[in-house]
């Protein structure tokens, strides 16, 4: 893409994650009544087959660029403070986007179960909106990291979202009326320094550099979305699996995760190097 569109086409492609996620959550919800959970996993692995018939037929081929192997490139890469920055702030994250998703309707399940509610009732479709609210979320958060500046941006945006996770935290599960749309709005919030993270990273780098960056980039930020539901689970476990207490503690996991990142990318100075 040219340089001026790179940053819009970056958060427009990392928003239909979203897309997809979401309507994992909202089929699977309405198939589960006829198919069993086997059935459904297996049938959501052939997107991956999908996945390579868009590639096979909407990606011109094109012959590879020769390069030599160059370890200076990678030093390069490691020593960029703002590559790092930008590569925590991903890892901060991941650790809550992917802890959140993985137990959101488990969540769900137990309020329902804890304090039965229309609310509540359907965990599958809140678990879909939570996530397709994160595509108009991601693409409106690179806009306003365009407009105000990035680091700007995500050193506001990041706290907003540790401290909806505390409210999340705190909230009775008999509260369900007050608990579902905090769930949505933590949801959208979470996301708002998704794009704005990887266009920076994108459009802020070298052409002969920018895949070392995004393959290191790439490989922290998603070593956070295997920790995180990880520790969520650990956090629930060691203070009371089935009780307030319990998930309380694991929503406070998200919060760490979160202010790490924003701890990463405040460490940043836009004429560091």
Sequence with gaps: MPPSAQSRCT??????????A?????????AQRWL??????????????AAAALVWLGVAPKAPVAQRPDPARWRRVLRDRRVIAYCGAY?????????FRSWLVAYLVWVEAVAPSLWTSSPGLI?????????????LGNEGAQRWGRRRWLTRVMPASG???????LTPPHWSWLLAPLLLTYAATMNLDS????????TGTAPSERGAALAVYATVGFAGAGLGPVLFGLALDLVGPGSRAGWGAGFLTLA????LGRWAIARFSPAAR
């Design 91 to 99: 890892f901060g994250h991941n650790w809550e986007l992917f802890a």
């Design 127 to 139: 678990a879909a909106l939570a996530t397709f609210l994160a595509v108009p979320a991601s693409i």
């Design 195 to 202: 794009a704005a993270m990887t266009a920076g990273l994108l």
């Design 11 to 20: 958060a427009f492609y990392t928003a239909s994650f979203g897309v997809g």
């Design 36 to 49: 069993a959970w086997p059935t459904l996993f297996g049938l959501a692995a052939l997107a991956s087959l």
């Design 163 to 169: 401290l909806l996770a505390l409210a999340v935290a």
């Design 256 to 259: 760490a995760g979160i202010f």
């Design 22 to 30: 979401g309507i994992s959550f909202l089929w699977v919800d309405a």
